[in-house]
């Protein structure tokens, strides 16, 4: 089963999110990340620190699309820990580790029921498809 693309943050840590928007896809036997224009620039320091990139607000700004992993699911492993509430999906490709989260993350802040449960229900599908795909 592929789930083409949904909407998703990628995380610098669980204890420090620093959540940069964008869509994680899983097409072809393959588990992307993408991020999006709404990312906020001071969100991205972290992921140019990462990605050894530059001016990632400046691409988004030209329409570039700008992929921060893209690999086949068969070279990952693929946990879901129970202290995300369900909606934390931890990738990890060889030699690296991706926090990938299907709520906002908003330290400090109650997260609405609604926006939980929208999360939750996401990797649900998610976790059905990773599984359907031999994962």
Known sequence: MDLHEDKAWLLQSRINPVPVPGAVALTGGRISFS???EAD???LDWLE???DAEDLKGRLATGEPVVVFDHPLSDCVVTWP???GGAVMIVRPPGHKWVVSY???S?????TPMGFLSGRRRAKAW???LADSGV
């Open 103 to 105: 709520d906002h993350p």
């Open 49 to 51: 620190k990462e990605l």
């Open 41 to 43: 620039a001071e969100a």
């Open 127 to 129: 976790k059905k498809a």
């Open 35 to 37: 991020i999006d224009s």
């Open 107 to 111: 330290p400090g802040a109650i997260t």
């Open 82 to 84: 129970i202290t995300g």
